[in-house]
């Protein structure tokens, strides 16, 4: 019964993995569209009940120490399914715009959750290279789903030819650090680590690989040509559901792998690569027209936030990680949610930021929910973007990181400028010629409202059903965790 | 009797020829078979060194690795098949249409 028990450790990912099988299934035998997005979403709700079960269950790991759950892992799961729900709910008026509504979409973004939710659990290098390859091969495909245009095309192959480049890297250091130490395993890596120039070698291969994927800045030139080119909605995928697995994992990787090797100079070069993100992120957001290529950019920039927690190395490093994910995910889906509303229309094209203007009174309640969103990826209070950079920003501070820090407070008050710019178009600039917007579907509507809500409420009051969120997250990286482990 | 070293010089050196076709060729598929070098150049190291160290793991990682390269020629393939239908070259200094 070991099997049935080490399954129920790891249900979100199984049911992901079933609805996928079964969506495909159904999109073979021609069932309506609507059907399959109502499994879709049902499934990915079940899955949410049991990822937030397991955020408050024990830590431990499961099939012979392959994956963790409890913990981080629990919360990068309920990332991972949060992201995917909102994306799913916010695809369908979209793809059905752009004629690109197919049932064989929602089962690749299926499989590729359940890639994500391997690769956020992943407690072996062996389950973190499976995991991070069953989500890129589905979002290579989901990257040229609009195949028929030219752009649709190259975003795919840009996707396509740097993300398996890298995944060389990836596994040739993984490849290195196991001829250095002889495991694969996390926990193992760590006690027989003796500091030898292969293990050097194959760490930091690991994480220039990781680096791809997080769009770090030497290694982020796909990033914008990407998301321009990815229909909307699925550009939030990417943006969010992908990068929260891949940064859970690199936490993971962090702080089991190579937590604190005296004489490893890696918090240097996280930080090194931390300030150049953030710095050049911003900056070339800066001169961006089309909204798409802008937010690409500001997801650098956001990337580059996210290193400055990692680089802190400490559980409130950490701890601020995870908060900040759960923010930028959040509120980057709202964002990309309503620039998907506006693109829909046909009367102008609405990824030019010029075309945005006098937006603001056509569709109230969107042009509001944008301006909440972009005020909240600013990082400006109330909403849960400052709190989030408050967090990571405070952490770093407190390990000794003050460049750091003074760099994202600058870069953060420069970004201020790109996103107020959207919103300037939008209220105070008259429209160059008159056009009427549709009418944003129900479900639509109030999945943007609920991630709204989320925004501000998480930015006012940071409460989790069951205490404090924050102080939930600490809890995994001291001594007090849920089930006493110790470590995260 | 073959030391490990050799087999890990001729898996780096495939690797840098990996990585050098990947950077300077211009056609896909030629980068898409470069790709394919880098992932199996990495599967010698990763069996040398299981053989070094006795444990299976590696090997099993290799079987892994199989998998997924096969699954990414799949995809590429389409892809690049979709490039060719649009531009009538897969040449990717032509695929320049998304740039800053």
Redesign the interface.
């Known amino acids: 019964m070991d099997y049935l028990y080490d399954l129920n450790t790891f249900i979100p990912a199984t049911i992901a993995a079933a609805a996928g099988l079964v969506v495909l299934m159904q999109s073979v035998y021609k069932v309506k569209i609507n059907t399959i997005f109502g499994v879709t979403v049902f499934s990915l709700v079940v899955a949410l009940l049991f990822a937030l079960r397991d955020l408050f269950g024990p830590v431990g790991t499961s099939f012979y120490d392959m994956v963790a759950y409890g913990g981080t892992a629990a919360f990068g799961t309920l990332l991972v399914i949060t992201g995917t729900l909102f994306c799913v709910l916010i695809s369908r008026d979209y793809l059905e715009a752009i004629d690109h509504h197919y049932g064989e979409v929602y089962a690749m973004i299926l499989f590729a959750t359940t890639g994500m939710v391997g690769l956020a659990v992943s407690n072996d290098l062996i389950m973190l290279f499976v995991g991070l390859e069953t989500m890129s091969i589905c979002l290579y495909v989901l990257a040229g789903l609009i195949k028929e245009e030219k752009t649709g095309a190259e975003s795919a192959l840009k996707y396509f030819l740097l993300g398996a480049f890298s995944t060389g890297f990836l596994l040739y250091g993984i490849a290195l650090i196991y001829g250095a130490t002889g495991s694969t395993n996390y926990a193992d890596i760590t006690a027989l680590t003796d500091i030898s120039p292969l293990f050097m070698a194959g760490s930091a291969l690991l994480l220039v690989g990781f680096f791809f994927k997080i769009s770090a800045v030497p290694f982020h030139m796909w990033t914008p040509d990407v998301y321009q080119g990815t229909p909307t909605t699925l550009t939030a995928y990417f943006a969010t559901a992908s990068k929260a697995a891949t940064f859970v994992a690199l936490i993971l990787v962090m702080s089991r792998m190579m937590p604190e090797i005296e004489g490893v100079g890696w918090t240097q070069a996280i930080s090194v690569i931390a300030i150049i993100t953030m710095i050049l992120g911003n900056l070339i957001a800066l001169v961006q027209d089309n909204v798409k290529r802008m937010l690409a950019y500001s997801s650098i920039a956001h990337a580059g936030y996210l290193l400055v927690g990692l680089a802190a190395g400490t559980a409130d490093g950490y701890t601020g990680v995870l908060y900040y994910l759960f923010a930028y995910t959040v509120m980057n889906i709202g964002a990309f949610g309503v620039i998907a509303f506006y693109e829909r229309n046909q009367a102008l094209d609405f990824t030019d930021v010029n075309n945005y203007a006098g937006l603001g009174y056509k569709q109230p309640v969107m042009a509001v929910l944008l301006s909440v969103f972009l005020f909240s990826l600013a990082g400006i209070p109330p909403f849960v973007g400052f709190l989030a950079k408050y967090y990571v920003f405070a952490a770093a501070v407190n390990a000794g990181h003050i460049t750091l820090a003074v760099v994202g407070v600058l870069t953060t008050a420069a970004s201020v400028y790109y996103y107020l710019r959207v919103m300037v178009f939008m209220y105070f600039r008259e429209p160059h010629k008159e056009f009427d917007l549709v009418n944003p579907g129900a479900i639509f509507k109030y999945a943007l409202i609920v991630l709204c809500v989320l925004t501000v409420y998480y930015g006012v009051e940071p409460v989790f059903p069951m205490g404090s969120l924050i102080e939930l997250l600490t809890s995994y990286y001291t001594e007090t965790g849920p089930a006493g482990m110790a470590g995260p | 009797m073959i030391g490990i070293d050799w087999y890990?010089a001729l898996s780096a050196v495939l690797?840098i020829i990996?990585?050098i076709g990947?950077l300077i060729r211009r056609n896909?598929i030629v980068?898409?078979m470069c790709?394919e070098l880098?992932?199996n150049?990495?599967n010698i190291?990763?069996i040398?060194?299981a053989s070094?160290?006795g444990?299976i793991?590696?090997q099993?990682?290799v079987f892994?690795?199989l998998a997924?390269a096969a699954?990414?020629a799949v995809?590429?393939l389409?892809?690049?098949l979709?490039?060719f239908?649009?531009?009538l070259s897969i040449d990717?200094t032509k695929?320049?249409?998304?740039?800053?």
């Open positions: 890990l690797f990996g990585v990947v896909a980068i898409l790709v880098m992932l150049s990495v190291s990763l040398a060194f070094h160290h444990d793991t590696g099993v990682l892994f690795v997924v699954a990414e995809i590429g389409a892809i690049i979709a490039i239908r649009n531009n990717i695929v320049n249409l998304l740039r800053w």
